[in-house]
């Protein structure tokens, strides 16, 4: 080893050389240094990029999506109406059945039923009579 008492004459003699020494690897490390950012940087650019074009491509779908959901709604909206426009029509039917029904209970109310079907039964057997008299005395006549 070289003793520390014969260094520090030579580099008294020296000082420029390892001046210039320290500076130049201060700046290769500096280059160095600039190097390694700017390759960060640029794969930071690269990442920045690609997560660009996805945020562009889900914007591109979001808006697809929200496209499909105002047409789903605006037929809702129509389905809807449709809707209330046959419940109204169903109302004004059942209605008129109703009417319909009450005028029919209403008639049958002041008809007598049973009264009117014991004499439709007289008049039958009153009619059968009749056809049995005249089938036998046409019988017994020989025609």
Known sequence: MIPIALLGP???RNWRLIAGGLAAAAVAGIIG??????TGLVAEVGRL????STL???VQEEKATNRAA???LSKWKAAEKAAEK?????????????????????AFDQTNLSADALAARRDLDRIYGLLERETSSRGSRGD
Do not use: F, M, P
Request: aromatic share 4%; net charge negative; charged share 30%.
């Open 10 to 12: 030579a580099i008294l």
């Open 70 to 72: 105002r047409e789903a």
């Open 56 to 58: 562009k491509s889900a």
């Open 33 to 38: 240094l600039g190097y390694h950012h700017y």
């Open 86 to 106: 046959l419940q109204r029509q169903s109302e004004a039917v059942a209605q008129e059945a109703r009417e319909e029904t009450r005028k029919l209970h209403e």
């Open 49 to 52: 990029n690609a997560d660009n």
